[in-house]
């Protein structure tokens, strides 16, 4: 059975600091890797996906790795700021279209 | 661009009720699939469709049913609605291909009491 976890589970930042969330799972013939973000009370917003014949993606400030041999992904967010705060979710994506998502890190940025 | 509609957004049932979500996608993606989310959690699957006529079940599939008559749609069933199944539940559409990504809907909040 396919397992993703998410630590922390909680992060609080000042404005302005870079920081890394981190996402681990079991299998190692990942299909790709999609990381979400998702405010309170609402949708998931996609913000990268990472091919499993990847490394890294990047879009402004959020970088997104995979290290499949050790199992392991991580979002680096720089910058951060107050519109950052969210709750984190990363999820494994099979080739039949199922995901198995971690838990999430919510994260706080305070002013 | 419509992309993933789920209806209703919000839904308060009575204990043993049914009910169906509705889920629709205009993007012709074969791969459909309903998540439910409970406090503090990540999503966990209930059931998933790969094509029109194809189902099975996720993780957590006992209570629910569904169908795939369509491309398009991909309906969830409550048979008899019990206060475990309050949740928010998320349908989610996808095409084969490692380089892309999973869409999904907005999201229908359920209470049962």
């Known amino acids: 059975k396919q397992e993703v976890t998410q630590i922390p589970a909680a992060l609080s930042v000042p404005e302005g600091e870079n920081l890394v969330l981190n996402c681990s799972f079991t299998d190692s013939a990942i299909y790709n890797l999609q990381w979400f973000r998702q405010d309170p009370g609402k949708g998931l917003t996609s913000l990268l996906l990472?091919?499993?014949?990847?490394r890294e993606q990047t879009s402004g400030r959020l970088n997104a790795s995979l290290d499949k041999s050790s199992g392991r992904s991580t979002l680096y967010i720089a910058a951060s700021q107050p519109g950052d705060s969210a709750t984190y979710l990363c999820a494994e994506n099979t080739n039949a279209g199922k995901s198995t998502f971690g838990d999430g890190t919510t994260l706080t940025v305070k002013p | 661009n419509a992309g993933v509609t789920q209806t209703p957004k919000f839904q308060v049932l009575k204990t043993g009720q049914s009910m169906t979500l509705q889920c629709a996608q205009d993007m012709n993606h074969e791969y459909m699939s309903w998540y439910r989310q409970d406090p503090g959690m990540g999503l966990r699957l209930i059931h998933y469709?790969?094509?029109?006529?194809?189902?099975d079940q996720g993780e957590v599939p006992n209570g629910y049913n569904v169908s795939r008559s369509t491309t398009e749609d991909f309906p969830l069933r409550l048979l008899s609605a019990a206060p475990s199944q309050t949740s928010v539940y998320f349908c989610a559409s996808s095409v084969p291909g490692q380089g892309t990504e999973a869409f999904f809907g907005q999201g229908t909040r359920l209470t049962v009491v």
């Open positions: 469709s790969v094509g029109a006529g194809i189902t």
């Open positions: 990472i091919q499993s014949s990847q």
